[in-house]
């Protein structure tokens, strides 16, 4: 009777162990799942990091070519300012050139005629003398 009460307790033994090596599997084969879940997050979120820094990137290339043109832009536009800048200045230096020029004619003309119109009063007075003698 021992013996088979032993023999029980040995198939019982085995049994219990085998339930534990079966249970210690599920629990490895659960935390490899679980491990391999994770990292598929971390995967996951590391191509999802990697494609916004991308993103950025492009978007900094964009605003710069941008600032590049604009930059481009201007300076031709200051390029432009200067040139009719200096195109009125050059046109401003002629019409002050040519006011001059015609107040120095109208001050010659009125010389002119201020001289013409006492040359004319000199002779009718010399006229009027020659009728008066």
């Given at each position: 009777a021992r013996d088979a009460e032993l023999v029980a307790l040995r198939e019982s033994a085995r049994r219990l162990e085998s339930e534990l090596d079966d249970e210690r599997a599920?629990?490895?084969?659960?935390?490899e799942e679980a491990a391999a879940r994770q990292k598929n997050r971390e995967e996951t979120a590391a191509d999802k990091f990697r494609a916004e820094v991308d993103d950025l990137r492009r978007q900094r290339e964009t605003a710069l070519d941008e600032a590049r043109t604009m930059a481009l832009h201007y300076s031709e536009q200051c390029e432009e300012l200067q040139r009719v800048t200096s195109e009125r200045d050059r046109h401003a230096g002629t019409i002050r050139k040519l006011e001059s020029d015609v107040g120095e004619m109208s001050e010659s003309r009125r010389r002119e005629t201020s001289s013409l119109e006492g040359r004319q009063k000199a002779g009718e007075t010399e006229e009027m003398e020659g009728e008066s003698s």
């Open positions: 599920a629990r490895r084969s659960r935390e």
